[in-house]
């Protein structure tokens, strides 16, 4: 993936929200942890993808969502508003890698998809052009 490529990483992003909702809907039992785990990469690629796309540069490689969104918040305040959305989704980037002590349940994981969806909403409604055909 070409790492300056900000639509590249909204294709990734994309596929990560979209792995979440096949694995829901078609696993049993469904990996609820697995799920999250990939909501939690896909705002992290949306994220990431917004910065490049403002900034043009290579971005941190951090998975805390809500240091993401404050970079974010810099270049464009109403960041803000999905800053929760960040701090739910971050807990996911990491634990549900591996057999730690995490218990996730299936409402976990339809919040946590919803949550991927809003803060794509959000960008699409704030960042069009991070949605344009390359």
Not at 6 to 32: G, I, Q, S
Not at 40 to 60: H, N, R, V
Not at 63 to 84: G, R, T, Y
Request: with cysteine; net charge negative; hydrophobic share 40%.
């Amino acid at each position: 993936m070409d790492s300056l490529d900000p639509h590249r990483w909204r294709e990734f992003a994309e596929m990560d929200l979209n792995a979440a909702e096949h694995l829901l809907n078609t696993m049993r039992p469904a990996p609820y942890e697995i799920i999250c785990y990939h909501c939690q990469q896909s705002a992290e690629k949306y994220l990431k993808g917004y910065l490049i796309l403002c900034t043009k540069a290579e971005q941190p490689h951090i998975h805390d969502l809500a240091v993401l969104c404050k970079l974010c918040e810099k270049i464009n305040p109403l960041f803000s508003q999905i800053m929760d959305i960040c701090s739910e989704l971050t807990e996911y980037g990491i634990q549900p890698k591996y057999p730690l002590e995490m218990y996730v349940e299936k409402a976990d994981a339809l919040n946590a998809i919803q949550d991927a969806k809003n803060l794509r909403n959000f960008l699409q409604n704030h960042a069009a052009e991070l949605f344009s055909a390359v």
